[in-house]
């Protein structure tokens, strides 16, 4: 069973960045799909970025061209660069093992992380 902890939130004004980081520990990391979700209260919770284990990435519409997803697995850590933030993008911010290659639905994914917290002022 894999165990995740991300870090890296906190408040930035818009236009700025942040970068998020997910550890990973308890099983193998580099044999599986990882994803990154967001929610905001009173919302379902959406995906926003997805790196296969052959590194294969993919977006939301929602951040395509000012995210970037990647992974590091000699260190069992995946991150998400988030570049150009607005307001929209204030959520918390989750990272999850998937079980299938192009996970993008929650139900595809089996292990959670707490989430952090992203703020973006306007």
């Known amino acids: 069973q894999a165990h995740l902890v991300e870090s890296g939130g906190g408040l930035v004004q818009s236009g700025g960045s942040l970068r998020l980081s997910c550890v990973r520990s308890?099983?193998?990391?580099?044999?599986?799909?990882m994803g990154w979700f967001r929610q905001t209260p009173g919302k379902e919770r959406e995906f926003v970025a997805g790196?296969?284990?052959?590194?294969?990435?993919y977006y939301s519409e929602d951040v395509e061209g000012r995210f970037t997803i990647s992974r590091d697995n000699a260190n069992n850590t995946m991150y998400l660069q988030m570049d150009s933030l607005k307001s929209e993008d204030t959520a918390v911010y989750y990272c999850?093992?998937?079980?299938?290659?192009?996970?993008?639905?929650?139900?595809?994914?089996?292990?959670w992380g707490q989430g952090t917290q992203v703020t973006v002022s306007s």
């Open positions: 999850a093992v998937g079980r299938k290659y192009h996970a993008t639905k929650t139900w595809d994914y089996i292990y």
């Open positions: 790196i296969t284990w052959t590194e294969s990435t």
């Open positions: 308890g099983d193998s990391f580099s044999s599986s799909t």
